[in-house]
């Protein structure tokens, strides 16, 4: 499956941006899907997960409240809205696919198998 990360740009702090996550290849509808993003500098981390069905979901403790990961099966899409950015929220933004069809969705990068090339989110204070 590949997927296509688009969405990023520059924001105000404060502001809101919305993430899009496009799969093809095949149907995404039974992989839990997340968010990571990477800072300059720094590792990649965790932000969002969701299971397969839509109906769990898990975040980051920084951007619980803030950020809401969706999927549209129908569309083999997955979303990430963004809202009070913060500086500390720039980064590259990245989807991957977790082939397990887990009630729980994985917060652990190693179980994701697809990744997609990201798309910089830069937040200015």
């Known amino acids: 499956v590949q997927l296509q990360a688009s969405g990023g740009g520059l924001v105000q702090a404060g502001g809101s941006l919305g993430l899009s996550c496009a799969a093809s290849?095949?149907?995404?509808?039974?992989?839990?899907m997340g968010w990571f993003r990477q800072a300059p500098g720094k590792e990649r981390e965790f932000v969002a997960t969701?299971?397969?069905?839509?109906?769990?979901?898990d975040y980051a403790d920084p951007v619980k409240g803030r950020f809401t990961i969706s999927r549209d099966n129908a569309r083999n899409t997955v979303s990430l809205q963004m809202n009070s950015l913060k500086a500390e929220d720039t980064a590259v933004y990245y989807c991957?696919?977790?082939?397990?069809?887990?009630?729980?969705?994985?917060?652990?990068?190693?179980?994701?198998?697809?990744w997609g090339q990201g798309t910089l989110v830069t937040v200015s204070s």
């Open positions: 290849g095949r149907t995404i509808s039974n992989y839990g």
């Open positions: 991957a696919a977790d082939v397990g069809r887990r009630t729980s969705p994985t917060t652990s990068m190693s179980r994701y198998d697809y």
């Open positions: 969701i299971n397969w069905s839509g109906s769990n979901t």
